[in-house]
């Protein structure tokens, strides 16, 4: 059987997309995270009613679209809280806001009387999330 033009094309999409698969792959296994949560710090202690800062800083060389963190065209994004263990994809066990943009650095959170006490980790991102250092809720 002879090749034919149609064949070349098949063979030509299916090369483009593994290249496109091996892209996202590569781009989502970055050594290092597009961004980091700065601030609450470490072992803070929050009351449930109290204002909280929540800030974080972008990577040097961070570039949108961020896949898996943000909307590619809004830099839209939700912070939620996490179990102390929590992995990178893990789901959150209460949403803070799902209207968050990334390019804002900061957003100030009322902790909701419904959080039960407990520690927690704040993250940033909806498929994949960085998280704070360690809080406490009493």
């Not at 299916?14 to 590569?26: D, G, M, N, P």
């Not at 209207?99 to 909806?126: C, H, M």
Request: hydrophobic content about 35%; charged content about 15%; overall charge negative.
């Amino acid at each position: 059987m002879k090749p034919t033009t149609r064949h070349y094309l098949i063979f030509s999409f299916y090369l483009l997309l593994c290249s496109l698969i091996q892209y996202t792959q590569a781009y989502l296994n970055e050594p290092h995270a597009p961004f980091s949560i700065l601030s609450p710090p470490e072992g803070t202690t929050i009351k449930q009613g109290e204002h909280v800062n929540i800030t974080w800083q972008l990577t040097a060389g961070t570039e949108f679209p961020i896949y898996g963190y943000a909307a590619a065209s809004t830099s839209q994004t939700i912070i939620g809280l996490l179990p102390p263990e929590s992995r990178r994809d893990e789901r959150y066990v209460h949403k803070i806001d799902s209207n968050v943009k990334l390019t804002d650095l900061s957003y100030i959170w009322t902790v909701d009387e419904q959080i039960p006490p407990g520690a927690y980790r704040i993250g940033i991102g909806f498929y994949y999330h960085e998280t704070s250092p360690l809080i406490h809720i009493v």
